[in-house]
């Protein structure tokens, strides 16, 4: 009996040290290559919209409509793509021709500032209230000059001034101050922008060299002073576009001539905030 447990114990300890050996003389296997990490999805492109449609969308007054020629707007918006949701801050908003798209565009999510100087009540007339009054409800109006909105700090997405800066030297009458330091009007737009948010220009242009008051005369501006003014106050310049071009036009005519009125050369200059 005894001999026979010390063979069994025997054979189990020879087979346990034969396994050990075999694990030992068996080279570990490699380690397997991490998986692939999965890629981060793109995120998804927002969708386009039809600048087109929201123009010849049923409800619009027909002056606006006859002045689409002119103006482009359809053209216009896509250039800067302003998109629902946004905030726009429109600076010299007139009667409202580009509000009345602006609320079509932003949507019942966006808002849209729409300004004037009082100094400009004399000329609109009713337009504003006729405009907005129980139709564009996503629309505030501000009256003030154009270097002080009520707008909060870093809350707008686009600021528009269209037709345009050079209004900064125009003083109308019972406005004899004019209508916004020159100095602040620029900063006090950075003010209002979130950081990248975009200040889109329009404006009608005078001859290269002269000098900004010519928008207290004339009513025009040489493109040169927009782009010193954006740059004093830290904007970057986007880009610019020809689509308001007019070679016919030598920049020297009153905007308001009947020879010319709606059919004046134009600069389009996207900036933005860095």
């Known amino acids: 009996m005894k001999i026979q447990l010390k063979s069994r ?11 050990a050996l075999t694990a030992c003389a068996t080279p570990p296997a490699a380690d ?11 995120p998804a492109k927002p969708a386009a919209i039809d600048y087109a449609a929201v123009v010849a969308a049923p409800g619009r007054p027909e002056a606006d409509i006859a002045a689409d020629a002119n103006r ?14 946004d905030t726009i801050l429109e600076i010299e908003a007139g009667g409202g021709y580009f509000t009345e798209l602006l609320s079509r565009t932003v949507g019942e999510t966006g808002k849209v500032f729409m300004q004037n100087p009082a100094g400009f009540d004399a000329f609109l007339g009713d337009a504003v209230s006729k405009r907005i009054d129980g139709r564009l409800t996503n629309v505030e109006y501000l009256k003030s000059n154009f270097d002080t909105f009520a707008v909060p700090d870093a809350s707008v997405d686009i600021v528009t001034w269209f037709q345009g800066p050079h209004e900064l030297w125009y003083k109308p009458e019972g406005a004899p101050e004019g209508l916004g330091d020159p100095n602040k009007s620029f900063a006090e737009i950075a003010r209002v922008l979130k950081p990248g948010g975009r200040f889109i220009v329009i404006d ?4 290269a060299g002269t000098p900004p008051t010519t928008g207290g005369d004339t009513h025009r501006i040489d493109p040169a002073h927009i782009l010193k003014m954006a740059s004093d106050a830290g904007f970057t310049l986007d880009g ?8 016919a036009d030598d ?11 709606g059919k004046t050369d134009q600069v389009l200059i996207a900036f933005s905030k860095p």
């Open 9 to 19: 114990l025997t054979s189990g300890a020879a087979a346990l040290v034969l396994a």
């Open 32 to 42: 397997a290559p991490p998986a692939p990490e999965a890629a981060a999805p793109e």
């Open 72 to 85: 482009k707007p359809a053209d216009v918006l896509a250039f800067f793509a302003p998109r629902p949701g």
């Open 204 to 207: 009608h242009v005078a001859p």
């Open 240 to 247: 610019d576009s020809a689509l308001l071009h007019n070679p």
């Open 251 to 261: 920049g020297l005519t009153n905007v308001f001539d009947p020879a010319i009125r």
